[in-house]
T-cell receptor, first 117, second 109 residues
Framework: GAVVSQHPSRVICKSGTSVKIECRSL??????MFWYRQFPKQSLMLMAT?????????EQGVEKDKFLINHASLTLSTLTVTSAHPEDSSFYIC?????????????FGPGTRLTVT | GQNIDQPTEMTATEGAIVQINCTYQ??????LFWYQQHAGEAPTFLSY??LDGLEEKGRFSSFLSRSKGYSYLLLKELQMKDSASYLC??????????WGAGTKLIIKP
């Protein structure tokens, strides 16, 4: 149980275009999902916390107009990287926390590797 | 401020034991997590401690001392596949995870 999927697993896009990444909890409901970014040989950096039915909470330094987050249902959150640039190339990972499990573990998706050319 | 400290890199020998330490400072505390992350993959959950003491799970054990703000992950009978980064994360009073930078563990034959 507690499986989180991400789609796509890899994406290459041209500079200036937008890319949407989906994060789904497959066998549980998640009121809260988290979006992380990880550059090579660095640790996870939390970008934003996504709550179903409300606006996402962005970490300091993360542009909310560039990284659009929509948490439309208890099993789906999307991250859209708008007007992508080469410096946005990174490994994007989502995680989800089950309802009623605020102190529980986060279940991670497999990640999406974004390359902007 | 909130802070997690863990060593950047450690090296150990196959079959041996290694202990990865983590110290934390958070606003409130709701538990300490350890995750394993292989290169190019997402983290996978290893352990969770919220009470003082040692939790054993197969070859892996995790220890917590809340009064000292200290945890360690103990890996026994090391295997080559244990080569990975090990991430320590403390959960604060808002149930947010504060992540350490990770410890890269290198296993040598």
């Amino acid at each position: 149980g507690a499986v989180v999927s991400q789609h796509p697993s890899r994406v290459i896009c041209k500079s200036g275009t937008s890319v949407k990444i989906e994060c789904r909890s497959l066998d549980f409901q998640a009121t809260t999902m988290f979006w992380y970014r990880q550059f090579p040989k660095q640790s996870l950096m939390l970008m934003a916390t996504s709550n179903e039915g409300s606006k996402a909470t962005y970490e300091q330094g993360v542009e909310k107009d560039k990284f659009l987050i929509n948490h439309a249902s208890l099993t789906l959150s999307t991250l859209t990287v708008t007007s992508a640039h080469p410096e946005d190339s990174s490994f994007y990972i989502c995680s989800a926390r089950a309802i009623g499990r605020e102190s529980g573990e986060q279940y991670f998706g497999p990640g999406t590797r974004l390359t902007v050319t | 401020g909130q802070n997690i400290d863990q060593p950047t890199e450690m090296t150990a020998t196959e079959g041996a034991i290694v202990q990865i330490n983590c110290t934390y400072q958070t606003s409130g505390f709701n538990g300490l997590f350890w995750y394993q992350q292989h290169a190019g993959e997402a983290p996978t959950f290893l352990s969770y401690n919220v009470l003082d003491g040692l939790e054993e799970k197969g070859r892996f054990s995790s220890f917590l001392s809340r009064s000292k703000g200290y945890s360690y992950l103990l890996l026994k009978e090391l295997q080559m596949k244990d080569s990975a980064s090990y991430l320590c994360a403390a959960m604060d009073s808002n149930y947010q995870l504060i992540w350490g930078a990770g410890t890269k563990l290198i296993i040598k034959p």
